[in-house]
């Protein structure tokens, strides 16, 4: 059994090993980039951005390379700078999805295209891309959105590859599958070179429940109502529970695509405490009977002794009977008490089991489906902060 353990250890160690010794190498370079980044040394910054980022491919230290080399190149106007700092605000753009520095990254990708452009037009770098009688767009969809349409004036075009337009106002329009479609119309002067990003919005998921009528149903803790059956939802990781008095939670975690369509069968099933509470009510109506039989009793034997008392008891004959009847009489009625009250008892036992059945979804489960959110550092121009992709 030890060395069963002892061997998934190694196992575990060899897989997770590459993945923890490529972050500690990351971090080690991204420490040396901001150390010099603080010093004013931009190209230097830069160059240990770029190894960190060979090591982990995260949208914010390529931001954070861009910016010093975006910087570096206001010191060392070297075209192959600025030329490096588009590519690399590209990458965050279109990998970073909802980036804190993406309005940032938009405007100087923005700016330094039109200088990149200015420096080839004037012969200090070459680019076959770019000449004075072209017109171009590149539309950017983000990493998260898969097998999107780009459409300029009604043309589908790669995406986010410049493609020659004519001036004038032109028709971007984006469409995915689970997505809203995208349409925006640009204005683009001769000779320009704009980049749109298209922002879409995702469609909400449809989730069917197969279960019984009377639920209550909760995602991510937040109540939802259904129509049908159905129920709308945000697309991503969701914590799905279906309760219902005197029945054992049913949850689970769904991971919704935008837009897709999910059947989930949520049977659930009577609780413990609802189960012991039909037993109780059960005795209690057991012991009701009991009762009104000992409660029938007493009266029958009250009424004989009652019946000899008022005739006169004139002989030991007469006494005996009377007595007789007059004992039944008083233990059946100490048994209507006794029975009676623990009717009572049982029947608010059962009641109370049965109100207060009403058990609650366990909160969603910690495990490695719950760490997706890592934190990079990054670097800008006035500060340093945290993204939300990549880890160390």
Do not use: C
């Not at 998260?144 to 410049?162: C, F, H, N, R």
């Not at 809203?180 to 429940?209: I, S």
């Not at 939802?233 to 529970?241: D, H, I, L, N, W």
């Amino acid at each position: 059994m030890i060395s069963a353990i002892v061997r998934i250890a190694v196992i575990v160690a060899a897989i997770a090993g590459p993945a923890l010794a490529d972050g500690r190498t990351a971090e080690k370079y991204f420490d040396q980039g901001e150390a010099a980044y603080k010093k004013g040394r931009f190209i230097e910054a830069a160059e240990h951005f770029e190894d960190a980022y060979k090591q982990q491919a995260a949208p914010e230290i390529a931001f954070s390379a861009a910016q010093a080399y975006r910087l570096g190149y206001q010191a060392d106007p070297k075209p192959e700078h600025i030329k490096r700092a588009i590519e690399l605000y590209e990458i965050y753009v279109h990998d970073a999805a909802n980036g804190p520095r993406m309005a940032d990254a938009i405007a100087y990708l923005e700016s330094l295209k039109k200088e990149w452009r200015d420096l080839v037009l004037a012969g200090k770098a070459k680019d076959d891309t770019i000449a004075v009688d072209r017109t171009q767009i590149s539309v950017v969809v983000p990493a998260k959105v898969s097998g999107a349409t780009v459409l300029i004036d009604g043309k589908e075009v790669p995406e986010q590859d410049y493609v020659d337009v004519e001036p004038g106002d032109r028709v971007v329009r984006v469409e995915a599958d689970g997505y809203a479609p995208f349409e925006e119309k640009v204005p683009v002067a001769r000779g320009a070179q704009l980049m749109v990003r298209a922002e879409l919005e995702a469609k909400p998921a449809l989730v069917k429940l197969a279960t019984e009528s009377g639920v209550a149903v909760h995602v991510d803790g937040r109540p939802v109502t259904l129509s049908k059956g159905v129920f709308e939802a945000a697309p991503g990781e969701r914590f799905v529970t279906v309760t219902r008095r005197g029945r054992r939670p049913f949850s689970k975690v769904l991971d919704l695509s935008p837009g897709a369509s999910v059947e989930v069968d949520a049977k659930l099933h009577q609780t413990d405490q609802r189960r012991i509470a039909r037993y109780v009510l059960v005795g209690s109506g057991v012991l009701l009977g009991l009762t009104a039989t000992s409660v029938t009793l007493a009266l029958i034997a009250d009424s004989k002794a009652s019946g000899r008392a008022d005739d006169g008891i004139a002989t030991n004959h007469d006494a005996d009977y009377y007595n007789k009847w007059r004992s039944r009489r008083n233990t059946a009625r100490n048994a209507s008490y006794f029975l009676g009250g623990a009717t009572l008892l049982a029947g608010a036992a059962a009641l109370g089991l049965y109100l207060f059945d009403n058990p609650s979804a366990e909160a969603p489960p910690i495990g490695p489906e719950s760490n997706g959110t890592k934190f990079t550092p990054m670097v800008w121009g006035d500060g340093a902060g945290l993204g939300v992709e990549g880890a160390w």
